[in-house]
């Protein structure tokens, strides 16, 4: 429980109001949107409407060393907003302005609370788009999503978040604000410090000021869904339509069991007698969209698949809406559902997928597998039961193998998810201890007293003893 005079000095700087401390609101923060992680919750919530706010916070969190955990709307899946050490929970809910909207040079300026569909929203009536889509997209924050770096289905062409972020204002750990980058569309200036903050996880600084780029919205897109009886055509088709050089906005997968999950579900019209279904959105000029889809077919047939094409907006949504549902639905299987992120080259992909489904068959367990296939993005989700700990033991021993078999085969550890709590401990099996060093030496020189978000990505302060 922190001192009652540093709550005294937060409602001070915030209004009590802002300011909340009943231990059964903060139990709400005590966990994220990620499963099988340990619950801890904070000491006090503070809810802050502005940098001032934010940078007076910190200024005094700093003065008594207390732990900061910077939040969004709680969506990410990697453990990274749980307050291991409770102290003080910051929320950005408040930040929720869309500052500028800049048509003429494609450029939206944002607080970091404001939620990601409804910028979208915003720039739709000048005919634009902001392309990073996480599968929450309805409820994460833009703050959040930059400070995960989160991707999401148009990734495959559009790229994840920092593809479009140009400019961030930063409160760091001593409470200074500052501002890297901005609207140019060109900017070398010195160290990128907007890529840096960018997917930081809430570690070096807070986020309370972001510049994204937009683009123009597609004018046509063709959306269609291919069906397999096994998950190698799929695989193969993955590689065959980017080696025929089509980039699709969309290409996901779905396997059987997560097809199966989302018709008991939902009752979307899925073919669950396949092994495999791929959902394929190609955008762009009218003639293009026409070829690009044709050539689509073509390596879908060729590798043993059936071509649905969306007659309709109606289809289309039905289709998205299935994808969308995949982990709403397999959450519902067993009581503990955990969803990993390992992503490997495109080129992999067929071997990626047959290894998980015989990791799950060796350790007896239920895994779906869905994701952005199209750019080597899976989201292999284990349905459990955390009570279970003989089950969990084997669901460890299962991870740890997805992630050894993601590595050996070129990958990564995160296409969109971050590392976080949930992965840390697998940090230097991808960079080795050296990298970690190097991190370790940027997050303290940027927070020396650990008080940004500790016990996320790389040990600090007491983690380190």
């Not at 940098?51 to 732990?67: C, D």
């Not at 869309?98 to 450029?107: F, Q």
Request: glycine share 10%.
């Amino acid at each position: 429980m922190l001192d009652a005079r540093v709550i005294r000095t937060l409602k001070s700087i915030l209004g009590s109001e802002n300011v909340v401390t009943a231990k059964e609101d903060l139990l709400c923060y005590s966990f994220d949107a990620t499963a099988g992680m340990p619950e801890h919750a904070p000491d006090v919530l503070v809810t802050p409407h502005s940098t001032e706010q934010v940078s007076a916070v910190m200024k005094t969190a700093a003065r008594h060393r207390i732990p900061v955990y910077p939040r969004g709307a709680g969506t990410n899946l990697s453990g990274g907003t749980i307050p291991l050490r409770g102290g003080l929970v910051l929320s950005t809910l408040k930040m929720n302005k869309i500052i500028e909207i800049d048509p003429e040079n494609l450029i939206a300026v944002v607080q970091p609370g404001v939620v990601i569909q409804h910028l979208n929203e915003a720039v739709a009536p000048y005919g634009l788009l902001y392309p990073p889509d996480p599968g929450s997209m309805a409820t994460a924050t833009m703050g959040g999503s930059v400070a995960e770096c989160s991707g999401g289905l148009r990734g495959l062409k559009y790229g994840v978040t920092r593809d479009y972020v140009m400019g961030l204002e930063v409160v760091l750990a001593s409470g200074e604000a500052v501002r890297f980058g901005g609207k140019t569309v060109k900017n070398v200036t010195a160290y990128d410090m907007v890529r840096l903050f960018t997917g930081s996880e809430g570690t070096l600084g807070i986020i309370t000021e972001i510049t994204v780029r937009l683009i123009p919205a597609p004018p046509a897109r063709v959306t269609m869904s291919a069906i397999f009886k096994d998950l190698t055509g799929a695989g193969r088709s993955i590689e065959g339509i980017i080696k025929n050089k089509v980039i699709p906005a969309t290409m996901e997968i779905m396997d059987r069991v997560t097809m199966e999950t989302v018709e008991n579900h939902a009752r979307v019209g899925l073919p669950i007698q396949a092994e495999a279904i791929l959902l394929i959105e190609v955008d762009g000029i009218p003639e293009v969209v026409q070829k690009e889809a044709s050539i689509v077919q073509e390596v879908v047939a060729k590798n043993g698949g059936e071509v649905r094409v969306a007659a309709n907006d109606q289809e289309r949504d039905r289709l998205w809406a299935a994808r969308r549902e995949a982990l709403p639905a397999l959450a519902q299987k067993r009581p503990t559902t955990i969803l990993e992120d390992a992503t490997v080259p495109r080129s992999k992909i067929t071997e990626m997928l047959l290894a998980i489904q015989e990791i799950g068959r060796r350790y007896n367990l239920i895994i779906g597998t869905f994701g952005h296939a199209g750019d080597g993005n899976l989201h292999p989700t284990i349905l459990t039961d955390a009570r279970d700990r003989e089950e969990m033991e084997r669901v460890h021993k299962a991870v740890d193998e997805i992630f050894k078999t993601a590595i050996s085969l070129g990958g990564t550890l995160s296409g969109e998810h971050g590392i976080g709590l949930a992965k840390s401990r697998y940090l230097p099996w991808e960079i080795g201890t050296g990298g970690v060093n190097v991190l370790k030496k940027i997050k303290e020189a940027l927070d020396p007293q650990c008080l940004l978000n500790p016990g996320k990505m790389v040990a600090c302060g007491e983690d380190q003893k």
